[in-house]
């Protein structure tokens, strides 16, 4: 029942996600879907079943982190961390992807 619920919140609030945003200063801007996909993210971090897509997506992670790590010398602190935080946000929303997978299976759908 939860997953439903922040799925339609999700949903009626997915449209409206740059009308509602915070800005935290130095440029870096939070969004109401960043914050709904977050806590999807976090619910279902330990929940993720084998799916055939999970290992490119975790290269793609994997090749990010590393370019991120080995470039951080030639970028401010301030820079490096909002290019930490792009990439969560690439990450949770990566992760929408395997969370309606799981709901799809669990038959909390209709096809």
Known sequence: MAKKLIIFFLLIIFPFGQLVRYDLGNSVVLHVNDLVVGVIFVL??????????????????????????????????????????????????ASLFFFFVDFKDKKLIKN
């Open 44 to 93: 279902n971090l330990f929940k993720l079943k084998r799916h055939p897509l999970l290992k490119p997506v975790g290269l793609v992670v994997f090749t990010m982190v590393l370019s991120l790590v080995l470039n951080i010398n030639h970028y401010s602190v301030s820079q490096t961390i909002i290019s930490a935080l792009y990439l969560f946000r690439w990450v949770a929303y």
